[in-house]
């Protein structure tokens, strides 16, 4: 029992150590500004990070005219409803 504890503890301090260099970038890679990862994969995710964010913020502006054309439209539709409703009133 108090050897699988040992064991336990011994595998976790190695896993949660600050040593372990496993599936980290150096820290001169990551502070510089404009650096590419040495992963082929890391930048093949950046890129279509990148590209996601490219498009998101396209679709945002074009959002923007869509939704100012849609009121305009709206408001012309109004007034062409309250026309007709003047119409059989009046």
Avoid: C
């Avoid at 890679?29 to 490219?54: C, L, T, Y």
């Avoid at 679709?59 to 005219?65: E, M």
């Amino acid at each position: 029992m108090r050897t699988s504890i040992a064991a336990v503890l011994a595998t976790f301090i190695a896993v949660t150590s600050p040593f372990s260099v496993w599936a980290q970038s150096t820290p001169e890679a990551a502070s510089a500004p404009g650096a590419e990862h040495p992963d082929e994969i890391v930048r093949m995710r950046q890129k279509v990070a990148a590209a996601n964010r490219e498009y998101d913020r396209e679709v945002a502006a074009a959002k923007k005219v869509f939704d100012h054309k849609k009121a305009i439209a709206a408001k012309k539709r109004d007034a062409a409803i309250e026309a007709a409703h003047q119409g059989v009133s009046g």
